[in-house]
């Protein structure tokens, strides 16, 4: 078999998936080398040691740690330390192999290429694979100011919390508005937390940010009319994307593709209190990125069906006319991101070959 065709299945055996096509091809040959290609097709998702993947990958602890260390620069693996000892892991296409390249300043020549290259994936085969089958990998969080009672909302729900609670902070650009360059809006509003974070700014592709600067950023992104997105779990937020309709691939599963489970939505609604509506049209026409929301007769009209109930609506409405409620069918969060992942790879049958590859 194909070296880079090796890689991809080992890459597909993920969650989020790395569906065969052309541009795929294409894409791991321009990021990974052929030396390093051959070390990345004995890797696990899980990091593990050099003298590990050295021995798997039939080089000499030196040659590895090079091809290891090339690639953790390129964002296209993961490095981390633990007990002094630096381990090294794929990463996923999403999040991982696609956006990661993008938030370094230094790969620019590549990014012209690749981002053609990724769009013509994303609307051949990317798009409709990474989206659930039926459970996203993906959610909307509601704009923090929209909620409407903080005694029903959950820990998980308040984006804010998010922040407040996470012990580290990366904030990067955002690799679909780098990649995709639709739109005008701020990049600099990708939040990540944890141990990727920590890998991402100790490799150049962002910076740590404090508490205060995250929470600034949340409010950035609600101005700009961007929705807040993260993992599909309730236990912890991995990230919280910023996203647009027109560039990011999580909300253009629903807005381009038109997949019903591109993301889940949040457990609101808006609704309009029609005596309130003075016809401004600013929900319609510049804040609801879904177009779930049209003017008839001058006054606000809700296709509940369409609302991602991101809140971007009531955030913006000049009178109070637009308010969240909770929808009658709450959508259910997985309890964990393990969770999550293996709920997802028994849907997609990739259950068997992920777990062969965590074993190995």
Sequence with gaps: MDLYESLRERLDAHPSTAPQAGSIQEILKILFTPEEAGVAVTMSF??????????????????????????????????????GETLFGLVPLIPGVFEFPFMKSGLVPLHQRLGELWEEYHGEALGASFAGNPTPLMRVVT??????????????????????????????????RVSVKACDKPKD???????AAEFLVERGFARQISREEGLKVLDRAEEA??????????????LI?????????????????????????????????????????????ERCPVAAITMIDDLAVVEVKECIGCGLCISSCPTGAMVLIERAAVPTTPATVSEMGM???????????FLKIMNE
């Design 46 to 83: 899980k990091v593990k040691p050099v003298p590990e993947i050295a021995v798997k990958s039939g080089l000499d602890e030196d040659t590895a740690l090079k091809h290891l260390e090339a690639m953790a620069d390129k964002g296209i693996i993961m490095a981390r330390k633990k007990g």
């Design 143 to 176: 704009v923090d100011k929209a909620i409407p009672s903080r005694d029903q909302v959950h820990p998980y729900e308040e984006v804010v919390r998010f922040i407040e609670e996470a012990p580290f902070i990366a904030l990067a650009d955002c690799a679909c």
């Design 189 to 195: 509003v990708c939040l990540v937390f944890g141990h």
């Design 225 to 238: 009319g961007l929705v807040h997105t993260s993992n599909n779990s309730a236990d912890r937020a991995n």
């Design 241 to 285: 994307c910023n996203c647009c309709p027109c560039c990011c691939t999580v909300l253009r599963g629903k807005t381009q593709l038109r997949h019903p489970h591109a993301f889940e939505p949040s457990r609101y609604e808006a609704k309009v209190i029609a005596a309130d509506c003075s016809g401004c049209a600013v929900c319609a026409a």
């Design 343 to 353: 709920q997802v790879l028994q849907e997609k049958g990739r259950l068997e070959a």
